[in-house]
Nanobody, 127 residues
Framework: DVQLQASGGGLVQAGGSLRLSCAAS????????IGWFRQAPGKEREGVSC????????YYDDSVKGRFTISSDNAKGTVYLQMNKLDVEDAAVYYC????????????????????WGRGTLVTVSS
C-alpha cells in the first residue's frame, strides 16, 4: 500500500522557517511525482509544490515561488519542503501526496488532485 507520512509542522513566527518531511513507502519512489498541498480553515485545498522524483523537476505555486524549496532524497524515499519567509497566509494543514502520472501543473498552479494522500501536518504562523 502507498503510505505517505508528513512531519515537521509546528508554530513559527512570521518571517521564520520550517522544513517539512514526507516519508514515502509502498511504491517505487522514482515512479511517482510527490507534492505538497495545504488547506487553511475555510479555504479550499491548494497545491504548493511538487517534484518529479524521476528527474528532479520541481514546480511551485506562484504564491510560494522564491520562498519554498522542494527536494527529495530518493535513497531515503523522502521529500522535503523547506519553507522560508513564512507569512500568516501560509498557515494551514500541509499534506503530502503522490501521483503516478504527473504533477498536474500548469500556469503556475496545480490543477488536479493527486491519487494518493497522507495525513497532514499543521503549520501555524504567528504575526
Amino acid at each position: 500500500d502507498v503510505q505517505l507520512q508528513a512531519s515537521g509542522g509546528g508554530l513559527v513566527q512570521a518571517g521564520g522557517s520550517l522544513r517539512l518531511s514526507c516519508a514515502a513507502s509502498g511504491f517505487r519512489f522514482e515512479d511517482y511525482a510527490i507534492g505538497w498541498f495545504r488547506q487553511a480553515p475555510g479555504k479550499e485545498r491548494e497545491g504548493v509544490s511538487c517534484i518529479r522524483t524521476s528527474d528532479g523537476s520541481t514546480y511551485y505555486d506562484d504564491s510560494v515561488k522564491g520562498r519554498f524549496t522542494i527536494s527529495s532524497d530518493n535513497a531515503k524515499g523522502t521529500v522535503y519542503l523547506q519553507m522560508n519567509k513564512l507569512d500568516v497566509e501560509d498557515a494551514a494543514v500541509y499534506y503530502c501526496a503522490a501521483d503516478p502520472l504527473s504533477c498536474w501543473y500548469r500556469g503556475g498552479h496545480f490543477h488536479r488532485a493527486f491519487g494518493f494522500w497522507g495525513r497532514g501536518t499543521l503549520v501555524t504562523v504567528s504575526s
